[in-house]
Structures are given as structure tokens and as C-alpha cells.
């Protein structure tokens, strides 16, 4: 396309349907990758040249004009390449300014950050569009700061719009903050609030990023909001976009690079450094100490051989630990026990077994005395070994105290892990328990718990699923273990039961369906997690049964991290009971989770919990396949 | 062979409670009697008669709070303590006399020791931990003038002051100061102009005790880690670590070298006493004695070197007199 600059009246339009027309039956690429590098450099200087660039886009009309103005954004390599070429169209045309600060930002998430930059920095470099820009921050921090937006929009279209903020922030000076810094402190808080009360963490570490940035910059002298959160590269590069990079750079991720670059020179430069003047302080310690007479050897040592480490002796029976742990004021003796019990519990079960509610009781209520590393380790794997020992009786005292007065969320969830880590002993064989105690490492569960947690139990089922589709081609794989009866079997009703009777009496303290969401949470995992491992006992169908109810009543909760549990809670369930059971005996029950699932697969607004869902109904495929395929 | 360690000469009872301090003061000629102080967790300060082995006197001048300092100004006959009642106290303890003559408040409330060092004929000057946090103070005895007090600055984050040591050269040049603490670094204080001249981190935990060898530049510090730290100064007046030492069990209450500069003692938390040549840091004893932890470690001033004797005092209630290598 080339323009004849010749007459000062010539008409544009003509270009401008055409442009239009173009970019909204799809051809955007096509078009503007040759005209906008062409633009660019046109109008670099050439005051006239961006006049006619903006008469261009003034005259396309309304229904197209979304087509066009999106591909220009989407296409100029920088803020300031955007302002030449655009003009003040925002400012003029109404559908331009809709589809600018409403559309891009709001509607839509599938945009890249270098986008994003185009368009704030458009809207900032010009006076008559800042007060877009700052139109279009409060807007965007009214939707951060929504909590029904927090619970609801898809973890991609929360962090388009953090990013969106962060971004605005950077292009804002100092009487703009000024003047709307009260607005900013209001929104901020709200926001906050919302998303600190998310279960995931990904979107709480997005609320904490945006809230430090935001009063970063209202409270430039003061102290500053500051939390802690894992650094990694999510959050380095919305922290990068606070700072506004310079306007050559035509690829905004390059400074980011340079940036990172030059922080790893640095510290290496400083090392080296250190220890040169470390190696030189060595040299000369050393000749030194050759130049020194050997004077000293006219004191002649004495017998040191009985310098040993100073053992603190810990006590050789449980009751006497018992003793120590409820009542003893010697913090050594105290540690020393605490360090010991596990080892002792499982070695003196019959002894155990007299105490062993007792034993619970106190681990369930012991606090740190003293500063032991790793504390939460040793208590919790005291707790289990107690457990593994007896596990009746104090299954049953745990899950009673789990629905008690007067816990904290910490002991519930404490309480929880204490019963799926047994849980997983038990079900094991004895032969592969004794390895696994060899290593100390527990690959499945995580002993300090997190939400993570759920995560790698999901990937154990996710390879479950996968050698069970494959499995009835294969035949039997793992024919190779030893073989032992299963101790988990005459247990787990008294593992699972309980936990699923009372989830909907709200205690004073405690009320899982409303505020204790985070709980649920974990309590509908740990279910899961005890389907999954009572495999092959014969209680499955029973608690599969149970289990489908109870997922059934929850099915519609709003939050998604309990979806996640209730989705893994029927792939547990069609994993571990056995086939013809469910066919038989659960059918309609069948039918209608199907439908269920069908329907999160289409409108959940989680990812995790469409593919989870989906996940569910190829298990259910694959059932169903598998009969057919069995000769009856 | 090695020989075995050897067992106290005498052990001292009586106290009644933790010993938390140790001073000897045996130089004086006959008829004088040799003494030690000991400063105790229940408030007293006991006079012990090194010949009868029993107390002489019974001091109490800190309203029960436990004395954690005790140190002679000149003559047996002055001496000062320091105790937890915020208050360092000045005796007069000639002819039978049990009276405090002088205290000075120091607002107060942690364990750091006392500093005494004799820069003139009647003159002292005295270093203790200030009211304020990081602060130490100078005082200068017997006027109890303040001479300097020493604030490190700003965003140092050192932490209190757990120990400090004044000393000079040599008579006449200037006094300095050297203070570890709670962070694990010693600084080297220039106390004409209140300011740092050096400083070292030489622990990871707070030190717990220092002493410093003047004639050859070089000290040694111990913290509630399981390392002794040594390091020199240079003639730029520069802390540098010299060697670490690595002990068997953590925590270091108190560290002394013998004024002879031979030999040197520590005070363990795991109730032994170590012996180590000062030259190169060669263990050569472990003392083991106590029952509990050893709070303080002392050598005694006697004229004569084969009378010279190590003093320990401990949890246990029970000071240990030891006679150990007094042949060189």
C-alpha cells in the first residue's frame, strides 16, 4: 500500500473501510504487519504523516473498530510507537475508548503483558488520557478487590488483571497518587482481605504482591506493607512490571533479562573478591605460624580421652516418657523424650497398647517447650507410630476430638494428617513398611502439610489411573510383592466413618460448612486419600457408598479447592471399589454423578476441576469398557 | 602415657548457691593472708582464707540479687562487685570493715561484666553495659565521671553487650576497649572518640566471654556455640580471626588467661574446665569436676609461680581449687 503525499485534501476514508473491513473478517496479521512497520517509521517525524495515521483510524467505522484498534495495540512495539499512531482516538471515539479501557482489561485475559504495557503506556503518555488511566485503575482495582470476582474468575484472568494494576501503578506520578490515595488505601484493604481468604495459593500470593506494590507507592516515606511469600519467576516478573522500562527497549522482556544478568555478574565479581582476600589471610596465617618456635611443647597434655559429648540420658519406658511429657520441669529430659518416643513406641507395642489413648492425648496437646528442630516432624510421627500400634481405640479418640469444642484449626488438620500417614502404614504390607521406614521418606504425603499436599496425591492417582487403563492388557505387573494380610482392613470403617458423620453439625468453635472452609478442604482430601488406600479391604463398597453421598450433598460448594477434594473423592472411589460392586449396587447413583461431572467439565470455572472431572469420566469410560470386554 | 587429669587441691563449699564470680587476691606479702572473692546468685560476696579454707566475711550489699562481678581496686582492702540490683557497689573492707563506701546505678538488667583497668596512680576506669540497649559506658573511679559512652551506629544491629575488656599497651598510651556481642562480633572501641576501630564477627551466637593478650595482640573469645574463636590485632588496629578451635560440647561461660600468658582456662556448659597452651591453642586438660554448669574460671596472682592456683565456680554451689602447671 503506498500513499501519494501530493494534495492536502485527500480523503482517507476510503482507506480507512478498507482497513476495517480487513481486520474484522480475521485478516489482522496480514495487514498490519506490513502497515504498521510502515506507519512507524513514517511518522517518526513527520507531523503530517501522523495526522493522516490518525485520520486513518478516526474514520473507520463503529463496528469495526474494535478489530482495528485491537490489532494496533496488539501489534506496535511500544507505548509511544502506539500514541503516533493512534492519536487521541480514545479521547474521541466512544467505541475506541470502550473496547481500550473496558474490553481488553476486563472482558478479556488471553492478552500478553507486552499488550498490556502498550496500552497503559498509551493511555499514560498523553495529559488528556491520563484521566482514562486513572479512570481505569479504579476500575480494575474495584474488580481486584471484589470478593465474589476472587472466588469465582479463573486464576489466569486474576493475575492479567494484577498485572494490569501493577502496571497503571508504574505509569502514575506523585499528585495523581495524591489525589486518589485515599481511594487506593480503601480498595487496597478490601482486596487484601479477599484474597488472603482464598484457599489457593497462588491467588493469595497475587492479592500480597499487588497490596506491598500498591503501598509501596501510597506510603513513600512510612513503613510499608510487606509479606512473605515464595520468590520465583511468577512473582520476580510482576514484581519487574512496578518499574518502567525505557522506551527504545522494543521487547519488553529484554530488560528483565539485562536486569537478571547483571544482578548474577554482580555477585559472582563479589565472591571472587572475598576470597582472594580470604586466600591471603591463609597464606600468611601459615608462615606465620612455621616462624614461631615450638615453645609450647614444654606443657605436657593430659589424658583427655574421657572428653566425650554430654548425653542427656532419655528414659527407656513409655510410662516414664508419660511421667516426663506431663509434668517434668527438666527441659532436657523433656527434649530428650520427645526425640526418643517414636522409636520407643514401636518397639514396645504390648506396652503401647495399655497407654496408647493416654499416649494421644498428650501428643495431641503437646507444645514446644523448648526449640527442637524439626518439632512438628517428631510429634506428628510419635502420633502416628501410636496409631499404627492401637489403631482402634485411638482412631476413635482421634476422630471424636476432631468434631470437639475448643481446637485449633491447626490440631484438626493435625488430627487429619495423623490418620491418613497411618492410614497409608497400614495398608502397606509389612515388607515394603520396613523399607519405607528405612529411608524416612514419605514420597506420597508431605509430613509438613500444606495444600500441597493434595497435589501429590492427585499425581499418585493420576499414574494410578494410568496404569489402570492399561492394565487389563498388561495382566498382573506387580505379582512380585510379598504377600501379608491386610492390617488396614479390619480398620479403616473407624478411620473413615466417623470423620463423615458430623461434617454438617456446626460446633461454637468450629463450623465446617460455613467459615472453616479451608478444613473442608482438607477434610474432603483426606477422605479421598482413605478411599484410595482401602483398597482391596471390605469395607470399600460400604464407604464408597458413604462417600458418594457425601459428595453428592457438597457438590455445589463454592470453593474451588473443595470441588478439587470432592472430584478426587470419586476418583478414588472408582479406583478402589470393585467394579462389579459399583455397577451392581450403585447405579443410578452412577448415572447421575456422570452428570454431574459432565457439567463441571463444561462451566467450572476452575481448571484443576475440569480436568479433574474429565479425568472421572474417562475412569468411568474405561469401567465400562472393561466389563464389556469381560466374557460373561 | 598420658597421665590422668588431676583432682582439685581443695574445694571450697559453703556458698549455698551458684558461684557466678572469681577474683583473687594473693599477691600481697605476709602477714597477709591469701584471698579469694566469690560473688554468688543469692546476693552475698564471700571473703575465703586460702590457708583455713573457710569464709573470713559475708558480704551483702545487693539486696539478695544475684552478684555476677567481683574485681579488687588496688589492695585487697578496696574491692567493687556488681550485681543484679543495677548497682555496682564500692567496698572498704580494711581492718574488719564490711561497708559500702560508694555505688554507682548503672540501669542495667543484663549479665554483662564489669571492665576495671588502673590507668593512673588512684585513677581506674571502669566499662559496664548503659541503660540502652547497645550501649557501654565509661566511668572513671573514684569520681565516677563519665568518660565516654560508646553507642554503635545506627542499623548495626549488634545486640547488648555480653563482655568487655579494657586495656592498654602500656602505661601511659591509650586505654582501649574491647566488647563482644549478642550478635557474635567483637569491636575494638577508641575511647577518646567514642568510636569503632574495628570490628569481627567471630561467632554465630552471642559471645559469651572474651580475654585479650596485650604483649602479643592476640585474643580469644567463647560463645554458646561449639566453637573458641582466636583473633589478632594487627598494627592497624584490625581484628582478625586467627584460628578456630572446635569443641566437643557447645557453650563457653568464661575464658581467662593465666597473667603469665602460658596457659589458658575455659568454663564449660557441660561442667568441665579446659586447660589450653596459649601459644597455639594446645588442649591440654579437661577438668572434670563440677556437676553442673561452671559459671566463672580465675587464676590466682600469687608472687611465687609454683603457689599458682586456678579457681572455678559453678552451678554446683562449689568453688574447685586446681594447682596445674605451676612448674613452668
Not at chain 1, 472482558?107 to 492478552?111: A, G, I, K, N
Not at chain 1, 470437639?404 to 485449633?408: A, W
Given at each position: 500500500v503506498c500513499f501519494v503525499p501530493g494534495g492536502l485534501d485527500c480523503s482517507i476514508s476510503f482507506v480507512s473501510h478498507v482497513l476495517g473491513k480487513v481486520c474484522v473478517h480475521g485478516r489482522q496479521k496480514e495487514i498490519l504487519s506490513v502497515l504498521v512497520p510502515r506507519l512507524t517509521d513514517l511518522t517518526k517525524s513527520d507531523c503530517i504523516w501522523q495526522r493522516i495515521c490518525w485520520r486513518l483510524v478516526e474514520c473507520v467505522p463503529d463496528r469495526w473498530m474494535e478489530a482495528v484498534v485491537l490489532g494496533f495495540v496488539q501489534r506496535a512495539p511500544g507505548a509511544d510507537v502506539l500514541s503516533r499512531l493512534l492519536g487521541n482516538l480514545v479521547v474521541k471515539n466512544k467505541k475506541a475508548q470502550f473496547v481500550v479501557t473496558q474490553k481488553v482489561l476486563l472482558?478479556?485475559?488471553?492478552?500478553t503483558t507486552a499488550v498490556l504495557q502498550n496500552l497503559l503506556g498509551y493511555l499514560s503518555l498523553d495529559s488528556l488520557r491520563r484521566a482514562l488511566l486513572i479512570k481505569v485503575l479504579q476500575e480494575l482495582l474495584e474488580t481486584w478487590g471484589s470478593s465474589s470476582a476472587v472466588k469465582h474468575s479463573p486464576p489466569e484472568q486474576q493475575q492479567y488483571i494484577s498485572k494490569a494494576i501493577l502496571i497503571c501503578l508504574s505509569h502514575l506520578k506523585e499528585p495523581e497518587i495524591e489525589s486518589c490515595r485515599q481511594e487506593l488505601l480503601t480498595s487496597m484493604m478490601e482486596g487484601v482481605k479477599c484474597h488472603l481468604d482464598s484457599n489457593l495459593p497462588q491467588i493469595r500470593r497475587l492479592g500480597m504482591i499487588v497490596a506491598e506494590s500498591i503501598s509501596s507507592k501510597i506510603n513513600t516515606d512510612g513503613p510499608v506493607l510487606k509479606f512473605q511469600y515464595e520468590e520465583d519467576e511468577e512473582a520476580r516478573e510482576l514484581k519487574s512490571l512496578l518499574v518502567q522500562t525505557p522506551p527504545?527497549?522494543?521487547?519488553?522482556?529484554l530488560p528483565d533479562d539485562n536486569r537478571n544478568e547483571k544482578a548474577d555478574a554482580a555477585p559472582p565479581l563479589v565472591l571472587e573478591s572475598n576470597k582472594k582476600s580470604h586466600t591471603t589471610a591463609l597464606v600468611m596465617s601459615d608462615e606465620e605460624s612455621d616462624a614461631?618456635?615450638?615453645?609450647?611443647?614444654?606443657?605436657i597434655p593430659y589424658?583427655?580421652?574421657?572428653d566425650k559429648e554430654l548425653k542427656i540420658k532419655a528414659p527407656v519406658y513409655i510410662r516414664d516418657c508419660i511421667e516426663v511429657l506431663t509434668g517434668s520441669e527438666d527441659v532436657d529430659k523433656w527434649e530428650a523424650t520427645v526425640k526418643t518416643l517414636e522409636s520407643l513406641v514401636r518397639n514396645n507395642p504390648a506396652a503401647t497398647r495399655e497407654v496408647s489413648v493416654e499416649l494421644a492425648k498428650i501428643l495431641l496437646h503437646l507444645e514446644e517447650k523448648t526449640c527442637i528442630e524439626g518439632f512438628v516432624e517428631l510429634r506428628q510421627r510419635a502420633q502416628v507410630a501410636v496409631l499404627t500400634t492401637d489403631p482402634i481405640p485411638v482412631a476413635k479418640y482421634l476422630t471424636s476430638q476432631f468434631y470437639?469444642?475448643?481446637?485449633?484449626l491447626r490440631q484438626r488438620m493435625d488430627i487429619l494428617d495423623v490418620l491418613v500417614l497411618a492410614a497409608q502404614e497400614l495398608s502397606y504390607p509389612k515388607s515394603h513398611r520396613k523399607t519405607k521406614h528405612s529411608g524416612a521418606q514419605n514420597p506420597c504425603i508431605?509430613?509438613?502439610?500444606?495444600?500441597d499436599s493434595s497435589k501429590d496425591w492427585r499425581r499418585i492417582v493420576d499414574e494410578r489411573i494410568k496404569s489402570k487403563t492399561r492394565r487389563f492388557a498388561t495382566?498382573?505387573?506387580?505379582?512380585e510383592l510379598a504377600s501379608s494380610p491386610n492390617e488396614f482392613s479390619s480398620v479403616v470403617g473407624h478411620f473413615f466413618f466417623p470423620l463423615i458423620q458430623q461434617f454438617d453439625r456446626p460446633l461454637t468453635t468450629f463450623d465446617l460448612l460455613g467459615e472453616d472452609h479451608f478444613v473442608l478442604g482438607r477434610l474432603v482430601h483426606t477422605l479421598a486419600i482413605l478411599m484410595y488406600l482401602a483398597?482391596?479391604?471390605?469395607a470399600v463398597t460400604a464407604m464408597g457408598k458413604a462417600l458418594l453421598e457425601f459428595v453428592w450433598a457438597l457438590r455445589?460448594?463454592?470453593?474451588s479447592y473443595v470441588r478439587q477434594g470432592l472430584l478426587s473423592c470419586i476418583s478414588s472411589m472408582l479406583l478402589s471399589v470393585p467394579t462389579e460392586r459399583l455397577l451392581q449396587d450403585m447405579t443410578e447413583e452412577l448415572l447421575e454423578t456422570q452428570s454431574w461431572l459432565g457439567d463441571v467439565v463444561e462451566k467450572d470455572p476452575d481448571g484443576d476441576c475440569r480436568r479433574l472431572a474429565l479425568q472421572n469420566l474417562l475412569l468411568m469410560e474405561n469401567l465400562k469398557k472393561k466389563l464389556k470386554i469381560v466374557p460373561s | 602415657m598420658a597421665l590422668p587429669p588431676p583432682d582439685p587441691q581443695f574445694v571450697l563449699r559453703g556458698t549455698s548457691a551458684a558461684v557466678h564470680t572469681l577474683h583473687f587476691s594473693?599477691?600481697?606479702?605476709?602477714?597477709d593472708v591469701p584471698t579469694l572473692f566469690s560473688g554468688s546468685e543469692n546476693g552475698f560476696i564471700h571473703v575465703w582464707n586460702l590457708k583455713t579454707h573457710r569464709v573470713n566475711t559475708e558480704l551483702d550489699g545487693h539486696g539478695r540479687k544475684s552478684v555476677y562481678c567481683v574485681e579488687t581496686?588496688?589492695?585487697?582492702?578496696r574491692l567493687l562487685s556488681q550485681g543484679r540490683d543495677q548497682r555496682i557497689c564500692l567496698w572498704d573492707l580494711a581492718e574488719g570493715r564490711t561497708s559500702v563506701t560508694d555505688s554507682v546505678f548503672t540501669e542495667n538488667v543484663g549479665f554483662c561484666r564489669c571492665s576495671l583497668l588502673k590507668v593512673a596512680q588512684g585513677r581506674w576506669l571502669v566499662a559496664m553495659a548503659a541503660k540502652a540497649l547497645e550501649e557501654v559506658q565509661v566511668l572513671e573511679l573514684p569520681?565516677?565521671?563519665?568518660v565516654c559512652t560508646l553507642k554503635p551506629e545506627v542499623?548495626?544491629?549488634?545486640?547488648?553487650?555480653?563482655c568487655l575488656k579494657l586495656w592498654q599497651l602500656n602505661c601511659g598510651s591509650q586505654p582501649l576497649l574491647l566488647a563482644g556481642y549478642e550478635d557474635g562480633s567483637v569491636v575494638l572501641w577508641n575511647l577518646s572518640m567514642g568510636k569503632v576501630l574495628s570490628q569481627l564477627v567471630?561467632?554465630?551466637?552471642?559471645?559469651?566471654s572474651l580475654d585479650f593478650d596485650s604483649e602479643k595482640a592476640k585474643g580469644i573469645s567463647g560463645s554458646s556455640e561449639k566453637v573458641l574463636s582466636i583473633w589478632s590485632l594487627n598494627e592497624q588496629q584490625n581484628l582478625q580471626v586467627y584460628k578456630t578451635h572446635k569443641l566437643v560440647n557447645a557453650g563457653i561461660s568464661d575464658i581467662t588467661i593465666r597473667p603469665d600468658k602460658k596457659i589458658l582456662a575455659t568454663a564449660g556448659w557441660d561442667h568441665r574446665i579446659r586447660i589450653f597452651?596459649?601459644?597455639?591453642?594446645k588442649p591440654l586438660a579437661v577438668l572434670n569436676y563440677h556437676t553442673a554448669t561452671v559459671h566463672c574460671v580465675s587464676f590466682s596472682d600469687h608472687k611465687?609461680?609454683?603457689e599458682r592456683l586456678l579457681a572455678a565456680g559453678s552451678k554446683d554451689h562449689r568453688i574447685s581449687i586446681w594447682s596445674i602447671y605451676t612448674q613452668t
Open positions: 472482558l478479556q485475559y488471553c492478552h527504545f527497549c522494543v521487547v519488553p522482556s614461631e618456635l615450638d615453645s609450647d611443647d614444654d606443657l589424658d583427655m580421652s574421657e470437639s469444642l475448643n481446637y485449633s508431605q509430613l509438613l502439610p500444606g495444600s495382566g498382573q505387573s506387580q505379582a483398597v482391596n479391604t471390605v455445589f460448594h463454592t470453593d | 594473693c599477691g600481697g606479702q605476709e602477714p581496686i588496688g589492695s585487697k582492702n569520681s565516677k565521671t563519665s542499623g548495626a544491629k549488634l545486640g547488648m553487650p555480653m567471630c561467632h554465630q551466637e552471642p559471645v559469651m597452651g596459649w601459644k597455639k591453642l611465687n609461680p609454683s
